[in-house]
């Protein structure tokens, strides 16, 4: 049982370019979360899942979209990046919504120069 | 505007002394609540929890006081070891869609 895996750990990305952060849990959660966390400050809900082909707007997603075609799998696209999506990222599953614990994946750092 | 705080950004303890960790939040609607544990390059790791409906609830050398009427929430750790040197987040979860709403963090460091 590998858990949430999210790849890559590390990535620089240029001003304006896009690109995909994978995120894969192997527990058959419908719940899945996307998190990102800047440095000294707690994590904050990106988007969010309670199911395949259901997705919801976290606290803030400007600048970001999401997926869900399978239970596995909830990608997160950065478009147009910018340098304040300098970030850390975490995907994070549960088997439910309420009271349920989250797990999370390790983590993808995120530079945007 | 922060929902969940957690005041103090570090904490040191020495070893085998008690280590109390403070969260506040400002939404009595707020009921259900949990503490994270993070470690350097990794994502955090669910310690305990507690519901409205307690005041306390214990886990090991881990347990998590609430106070409803002062919306305060403690997490103590006795005793400390130098293994429990991590950033601990406080969390609420809102709704019933399993949203966490998490305090800033405070990182712990027990010396030996």
């Known amino acids: 049982n590998a858990g949430v895996t999210q790849t890559p750990k590390f990535h620089i990305l240029k001003i304006g370019q896009s690109m995909t952060l994978q995120c894969t849990q192997d527990m058959n959660h419908n719940y899945m979360y996307w998190y990102r966390q800047d440095p000294g400050m707690g994590l904050k809900l990106i988007y969010y899942s309670v199911g395949a082909g259901i997705t919801d707007k976290g606290e803030v997603p400007n600048g970001y979209n999401v997926s869900r075609s399978t239970t596995e799998d909830f990608p997160l696209r950065l478009e147009l990046a910018a340098p304040s999506q300098t970030s850390v990222y975490f995907c994070?599953?549960?088997?439910?919504?309420?009271?349920?614990?989250?797990?999370f994946g390790p983590g993808t750092r995120l530079l945007v120069l | 505007d922060q929902q969940v705080k957690q005041n103090s950004p570090s904490l040191s303890v020495q070893e085998g002394r008690i280590s109390i960790l403070n969260c506040d939040y400002t939404?009595?609607?707020?009921?259900?609540f949990l503490w994270y544990k993070k470690y350097p390059a990794e994502g955090p790791t669910f310690l305990i929890s507690i519901s409205s409906i307690k005041d306390k609830n214990e886990d090991g050398r881990f347990t998590v006081f609430l106070n409803k009427s002062a919306k305060h929430l403690s997490l103590h750790i006795v005793p400390s070891q130098p293994g429990d040197s991590a950033v601990y987040f406080c969390?609420?979860?809102?709704?019933?869609?399993?949203?966490?709403?998490f305090g800033q963090g405070t990182t712990l460091q027990v010396k030996p």
């Open positions: 994070a599953s549960s088997s439910g919504p309420y009271q349920e614990t989250q797990y």
């Open positions: 939404n009595s609607m707020f009921d259900y």
């Open positions: 969390a609420v979860s809102s709704g019933n869609t399993g949203k966490l709403i």
